[in-house]
């Protein structure tokens, strides 16, 4: 579905992504690991077309996208979520939803301001989408809450509700479990699931191993910007490079 071909970043001297080459299959989840200032953020930002490469191509299936602009990219059925959450926090949980969903309809402008038909429908279709995503996220009591005003855990998921509602293909998580507890995490491990089951596919950015084993069908690890290693959670997990690299620090507590 999605193909990463030598995809090279360089942020003046440093190269934040050296010749990245990374697949992910159709209806699967892959996780993406690695230590701080790896690049998994500037990677995710790549295939949104929110920056763009330095050389190397990006295709959704089978069509470059590596210099379309964000706004194409959402179209194209590309959604994600941002480590440091968005959201219009002075907005409504259920506006968050609504907005999400803008440019998804066809009605015009003109349809709206002499309330079409078409434009009454599509209303309708919006509201029930979100009203669909807040009761799947647990944000129903929230509706009518300043986004802001949320607990955090909350809108982390309100943040993966909202790049739900553009009725993406391919779902980008930037650490979405990031702050949150551990009975949290675990829940937000069975949306990701969930999505999965419903067609979807998805790239993860996660820390948390027992999530990404929870999840993730096949995982890339990241380190300097490259590719260090790939394969199952399990694979992953007893791969002498990738503890030497990245798991080496807690492999270590856990055998002290
Ligand atoms: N716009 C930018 N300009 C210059 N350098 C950047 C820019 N964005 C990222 N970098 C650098 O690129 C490297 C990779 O950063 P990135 O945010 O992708 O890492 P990460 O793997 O997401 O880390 P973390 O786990 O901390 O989120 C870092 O050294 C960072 O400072
Ligand atoms: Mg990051």
């Known amino acids: 579905m999605l193909e990463l071909e030598k995809v090279t970043r360089l942020f003046g001297g440093l190269t934040a992504l050296n010749n990245v080459n990374l697949i992910v299959p159709a ?13 998994k953020t500037t990677l995710i930002n790549n295939i949104s077309g929110l920056d763009h490469p330095t050389s190397g191509q990006i295709r959704l299936n089978g069509a470059e996208i ?14 994600r979520t941002y480590q440091n959450i968005r959201l219009f926090s002075d907005m409504t949980v259920l506006e968050n939803l ?8 066809q009605a015009t402008f003109l349809d709206s301001l002499v309330f079409t038909p078409r434009f ?6 919006l509201h029930e989408r979100a009203a669909q995503l807040l009761e799947r996220f647990n944000l129903t009591h929230a509706a009518n809450l ?9 809108q982390r998921r309100l943040e993966m509700a909202r790049a739900l509602a553009t009725n993406p293909k391919l779902v980008l998580l930037d650490e979405p479990t990031a702050g949150m507890n551990p009975i949290e995490t675990q829940q937000l491990g069975e949306q990701i699931i969930r999505l999965q089951e419903d067609g979807l ?3 993860v950015i996660e820390h948390d ?6 999840v993730c069908d096949e995982v890339y690890v990241l380190n300097f910007g490259q590719i260090l290693a790939h394969g199952t959670p399990d694979e992953i997990k007893r791969d002498p490079v990738v503890i030497e690299a990245y798991l ?5 507590h856990g055998a002290a």
């Open 66 to 79: 590596q210099n379309a602009p964000p706004h194409r990219i959402t179209r194209a059925g590309i959604a």
């Open 98 to 105: 609504l907005i999400g969903q803008h440019g998804r309809g």
């Open 120 to 125: 009454r429908a599509e209303e309708r279709d």
């Open 248 to 252: 080496g620090k807690d492999e270590d």
């Open 27 to 39: 209806n699967k989840i892959v996780g993406l690991i690695g230590p701080n200032g790896a690049g």
């Open 209 to 214: 191993m027992s999530l990404i084993h929870q």
């Open 201 to 203: 596919t998805a790239l």
């Open 146 to 154: 300043r986004a802001g005003n949320l607990p955090y855990g909350d």
